[in-house]
């Protein structure tokens, strides 16, 4: 919030005020100073928290068995298909950096030289929503190292160089994405560049399911997204990066593959493959509350797929799935 400054009569009238009163002021922003009180003047621009896609269409109002915090979940069987919790799975939502996950699939089954060094220009910088990027223009790492960035730290400036360099460029790119998504019958999806910065890049849960089915199938995918942490060398500095996903840290999770992802209008986002209670499964939370939410959602699937799983298949859960677009 931006205070004035005071005008002459009001600056006069300040000089007489007492130690007491200036001392009383410090308190409330101002600062004294040999018995004169200046204005500290603070410019902020703040904007108030936007409403997610999901709270907007009243889907945090859906109820389930399980008290998720993510307006849109899905649990399945990878191998058998079998629905085992769903919440909303058909609503389209803005995807954020779960997006990665099919520039990923679309650069590798490119099979373009891994080893290519491609350096990161001023195309590449956020104009969507100003993020930052540790990754200067002019740095120049491999391909497969911008890959494993943006997998593993949804690296920005990575998954756009990415792009930028499959052939005929960024445009050709976002076709090959669309294109994909067609091929593996995900007619929910929609991508307008390889980020997820836009909220117009857009999917349900049992898309983004199909999605990290067909990612699971390439190894490097699997290794990148997976990666605890990384190191780079950019110039003379060494870049520190860890994975967003703290579960890949924990022992007591067994994950083959994962994505996170976050813009206000997505909420918090999560998508794994993981091994519980003997099953392979795919699990997807999209527009979660709060910033440790998701995590707390997976965490809640995994004690209730344990408790029953030994006693039988759990019933599965579903909800209502309107479908939500922009």
């Not at 703040?46 to 008290?67: C, K």
């Not at 860890?242 to 986002?269: D, F, H, M």
């Not at 392979?280 to 709060?290: H, P, Q």
Request: glycine content about 6%.
């Amino acid at each position: 919030m931006l205070s004035a400054a005071p005008n002459a009569e009001a600056a006069s009238k300040t000089r007489r005020v007492t130690a007491s009163k200036s001392v009383a002021k410090v308190k409330s922003g101002r600062v004294a100073k040999r018995g004169v009180t200046k204005t500290r003047v603070v410019a902020r621009n703040v904007e108030p928290a936007r409403p997610s896609f999901g709270q907007l269409s009243g889907l945090h109002n859906t109820d389930d068995a399980l008290d998720l915090k993510s307006s849109v979940a899905l649990v399945m069987d990878q191998e058998t298909n079998e629905v085992l919790f769903s919440k909303n799975s058909g609503a389209v939502l803005p995807i954020a950096s779960l997006t990665k996950l099919m520039t990923a699939l679309v650069v590798v089954e490119a099979q373009q030289p891994l080893d290519e060094m491609l350096t990161v220009t001023p195309e590449d910088i956020d104009l969507e929503k100003g993020s930052h990027s540790r990754l200067a223009i002019g740095t120049q790492l491999t391909r497969e190292e911008m890959l494993h960035l943006a997998l593993m730290s949804s690296e920005n400036r990575a998954a756009n160089a990415l792009g930028r360099h499959y052939p005929g460029g960024l445009r050709s790119f976002v076709i090959a994405m669309n294109h994909k998504a067609a091929e593996l019958g995900m007619s929910d999806t929609r991508y307008v560049e390889p980020t997820g910065l836009s909220s117009r890049n857009q999917s349900s849960a049992r898309d983004l399911a199909t999605l990290v089915d067909a990612a699971y199938q390439h190894p490097l995918i699997r290794e990148l997204s997976t990666s605890q942490e990384y190191q780079v060398v950019v110039g003379r500095r060494n870049l520190q990066y860890r994975n967003t996903n703290g579960l890949v840290r924990n022992p007591t999770w067994e994950i083959g593959l994962q994505k996170t992802g976050y813009i206000s209008e997505a909420g918090r986002c999560l998508v794994m493959q993981a091994s519980l209670a003997g099953r392979k499964l795919i699990m997807v939370f999209l527009d979660s509350a709060g910033k440790y939410s998701r995590i707390g959602d997976a965490e809640r699937v995994r004690r209730w797929l344990e408790t029953t799983m030994p006693l039988g298949h759990p019933q599965p859960a579903t909800a209502a799935t309107p479908r939500v677009t922009s």
